[in-house]
């Protein structure tokens, strides 16, 4: 039986930041929190969703915020990478007001059994996030994007301290 860590290999972990893709203006009941997609969000979130799950990725946990638009983002990936819907785990600090430190702390939380983590939540927040995380990237982060980091490391919480290298940019954009 082969043991990485037996010959010193590193454990990689993978975080995928997903912000949500484009919702309505106005919910129906003028909240902010149940505000789902609109029709273009559905096309965008979709689109990106396609292309990650071309390279056949496995990802082993998805957490989200609950918010309408996010939840529903979540739901669309979900789908295409083989998630089981049900598994997405809803975290109320992923909405707006838990901050990048929250945020943070989420993750330095996550069973370390967990390779690839995606995050699934809303700017100002995932975009100060992937820019605390990643040195190398300084972009912003519109609807539907995704900012992938590698950390070589085997614990999230040495991972959140450390930092890691940008994989994965994806916009609607930047796929044409």
């Not at 949500?20 to 969703?49: M, Q, W």
């Not at 071309?54 to 669309?76: F, Y």
């Not at 990478?81 to 996550?110: C, M, N, R």
Request: hydrophobic letters at 40%.
């Amino acid at each position: 039986m082969f043991y990485p860590t037996m010959l010193g290999l590193k454990t990689i972990k993978k975080l995928y930041i997903v912000r949500h893709s484009k919702a309505v203006e106005v919910a129906p009941d003028f909240s902010d929190f149940n505000r789902c997609l609109a029709d273009y969000g559905v096309e965008k979130a979709t689109l990106i969703a396609q292309h990650l799950a071309r390279d056949q990725m496995d990802v082993d946990l998805m957490l989200s915020s609950p918010a309408c638009r996010a939840l529903e983002t979540a739901n669309i990936f979900s789908e295409y990478l083989k998630y089981p819907s049900s598994e997405i785990v809803q975290l109320q600090p992923l909405y707006h007001f838990g901050g990048t430190e929250k945020a943070i702390d989420i993750i330095s939380h996550v069973d370390d059994d967990v390779e690839t983590l995606m995050l699934f939540g809303h700017n100002p927040t995932f975009n100060a996030l992937s820019w605390n995380l990643c040195q190398e990237f300084r972009e912003g982060m519109p609807t539907s994007s995704v900012v992938g980091i590698t950390f070589n490391t085997k614990t999230w919480a040495k991972a959140v301290k450390k930092g890691g290298k940008l994989h994965t940019y994806l916009t609607k954009k930047n796929l044409r």
